[in-house]
């Protein structure tokens, strides 16, 4: 047996769009929470050097982890074309690389913990107190770099076979093992910010080893391929090429919200409380399109794999479709209720002014947003990682560009920059998808 099946014609359809997309829609809307919790717990301390650190700590590890994404996606793509070629073996490969792969930067992050905590430490600019604590905080949840990454990678396996429902069941065990984990060590361990980082490592454990359950009923075992399988040559160098890649990708992407943020703090405390309050509302539209976005992997990567040239192009038009037809309707709900929204957020009169002159622009960020979201879903199922990537290095240079220029403008300039910076990347994706798809399917 190699491993080879029948392919098959993967279903593409509005009924397994939503199917797919709904339980990670769910998903994402569940990680807001655990940011939440940890407030919550590490604040009935009544220190606020702590809830500090944990606030800082969370944004540093969110850049550090979230730059290797790349992992989650690359693997949900390479998975969804051997589901749909019916391989098998290859699922199993993909798996094994994958995991190799974060084993590697894993260890590599932890070895070099003390460089990226001081660059980090030195970026976040806290007061001694929060120093202290964020590196004790830092220090103890680092160790779960190789558990976090192999979740990323679990994840991207049950993605990509198009079980987002077991995408769903595994985020929210270790969502709800953090929460527990976290209470328990913080309030009646009395751990302090330690207990909270402890907490959050043992459930990243816990993931992986239930993850890996997971895959196993799904009848894959990586340590039943060959090492010199998983070191093929080609193999190796295409899936640290598409890593490479979305790394860029997603370091461009976060570094575009953070100088989004940077800046707007440089224009006064009420700037920036204004713009947090209405950046929840992109937040909360990207909550829905990356849930269509991933349907997009799923369908896309598996039609490709099948080689059903009709079924990728039909999986297209349902992920743009329902992804403009979700950020529509976002953006019209924010239009209409978003000054209910503003006043349930903040209680700042000036804040709630001041947010309401933006209100327009923010409101429209999930319907500008929503091609680029349905795009990336379809470039990573398609394996398309470099133009993917070439794509976004563009529209960043053209977000910077704007933000120089119109620097005299303050915060309206920093809006349409960012919205600019949105439309331009769907824009670039949905101008080359046409070549790309016919280099594509010409080459099968």
Known sequence: MDGTLDSYRPEVSHRRMLALALPMTLSHMTTPLLGLVDATVIGRLGEAHLLGAVALGAVIFDFVFWSFGSLRMAT???????????????VDLTLARAFLVAGITGLLLILLQWPIGTLAFHAAGASEAVTEALSTYFFIRIWSAPFTLANYVILGSTLGRGRTDLGLFLQVAINVANILLTAGLVLFFDLGIAGAAIGTAIAEVLGVGLGILVLRRLGSNPLSV???EVLNRAAIVQTLAMNRDIMIRNVALILAFWIFSALGARSGDVTLAANAV???????????????????ETLCGQSLGARDERGFRRAIHLSLGWSL?????????????GGMFIDFVSTNAEVRTYAR?????AALTPFIGATAFAFDGIYTGATWTKPMRDLMVIAFAVYGAILLMSSSFGNTALWIALLIFLGTRGTGQALLYPRLARKTFTAL
Do not use: H, P
């Open 278 to 296: 209405l950046y929840n509302m992109f937040l909360i539209g990207g909550y829905f399109l990356d849930g269509f976005a991933t349907a997009a």
């Open 325 to 337: 037809g979700f950020g529509f309707a976002v953006s019209a709900i924010f239009l209409i209720g």
């Open 76 to 90: 949900a793509g390479l998975t969804a074309q051997a589901t749909g070629a019916g391989n098998k073996r290859e």
């Open 226 to 228: 060959t090492w010199a």
């Open 357 to 361: 002159e933006y209100l327009v622009f």
